[in-house]
């Protein structure tokens, strides 16, 4: 008869001090690291009040208030909401029969919900310079609201800091094009000694309410701001961080049958790329970078990567958008 041999069961006392001797290890590397990262790890609680100003306020947000409280960057939560931004933007373009970016130095006081065009009087409108020429001509724009531009062309002509994105969707007015939503990118430099030395940055989408039934003024329906501080820690002037900033907002690519034309100056020619159809580069502020510093640029006058390759250095937030989705 074969006799069964009771082995006992748990740890030995060996067994039990190596396992906590590598307990200890690796709890112990855990505690290292999660120290060393919360210490490198910038902070993202700071509150900037911004003096933006009572004309700013009610035109970007319909508040009474001269200020606002900013999450200083990076700033995270006002990442999330950038992110459900850029969707709610991709699914505008997406069901836009046309989309115009118009470049501007001062606020926007223009959101209309529709726009008069009867195509048996007005010109075709197929361009961003044809959008502004015919705003101006049939619904009482000023000229100097909106920038008549294209691109930058290094001649001189200074880059606007801002812009409109014009979302057109398909009209049940007759004798109007309907605007579906109108996208404001403000990007404010303050640099006074009683002012929070930095760059504010906002986006805006503005569209009807839901309640809405006839033409209107479009109203804001939310987006996201986030204050930049100075690439240079602690500046002493402004000098120090003059080439902080966030331009080009946009590159319109033209189609490249209209080379054609030739034009001056030259560097018109360079974007004249798209084969088939116009389209947007569109970049917008990125709450999860640290500052809007410089970003090296090697590429020559006469290259169109030359008039935005910095931008990648900025943001993450880069959009590819025809003027014309729906056709």
Not at 105 to 110: F, G, P
Not at 237 to 245: E, R
Not at 248 to 267: C, Q
Request: charged content about 15%; overall charge neutral.
């Amino acid at each position: 008869m074969n006799r069964r041999v009771h082995q006992p069961g748990g740890f030995t006392s060996v067994e039990l001090l190596l396992v906590l001797a590598l307990s200890a290890v690796v709890l112990g590397g855990a505690v290292v690291s999660y120290g060393t990262i919360v210490r490198s790890q910038p902070s993202v609680s700071s509150i900037v009040t911004v003096p933006l100003g009572l004309a700013r306020m009610q035109n970007f947000y319909g508040l009474l208030s001269s200020t606002v409280n900013v999450a200083m960057a990076p700033q995270y939560g006002a990442l999330s909401q950038a992110e459900e931004l850029r969707e709610q933007f991709i699914t505008d373009t997406l069901s836009a029969t046309a989309v115009f970016c118009l470049p501007r130095d001062s606020m926007n006081t223009w959101r209309p919900s529709v726009i008069a065009y009867n195509p048996a009087l007005h010109d075709e409108i197929d361009t961003p310079q044809k959008f502004r020429v015919h705003i101006i001509a049939n619904a009482g724009v000023p000229d100097t609201l909106y920038r008549d531009y294209r691109n930058p062309l290094n001649d001189g002509t200074t880059v606007p800091q801002n812009a409109s994105i014009f979302v057109l969707g398909y009209s049940k007015y007759a004798g109007y094009l309907k605007v579906n939503a109108i996208y404001d990118i403000d990007i404010i430099r303050f640099t006074g000694t009683t002012e929070p030395n930095g760059i504010h940055v906002s986006v805006k989408r503005y569209a009807d309410s839901t309640t809405s039934t006839t033409p209107t003024t479009l109203s804001y329906m939310g987006g996201y701001d986030v204050f930049f501080p100075p690439s240079v820690p602690n500046p002493t002037n402004t000098t120090q961080w003059a080439s902080d900033g966030f331009t080009p907002l946009f590159i319109s690519f033209e189609r490249a049958s209209r080379l054609a034309l030739r034009e001056t100056p030259a560097t018109i020619e360079r974007f004249k790329r798209a084969s088939e159809r116009p389209f947007y580069f569109i970049w917008w502020p990125d709450p999860a970078a640290r500052h809007l510093g410089p970003v090296a640029n090697t590429f020559a006058s006469s290259d169109p990567r030359q008039a935005y390759n910095h931008m990648a250095g900025r943001t993450s937030f880069m959009f590819t958008v025809p003027m014309f989705p729906a056709l």
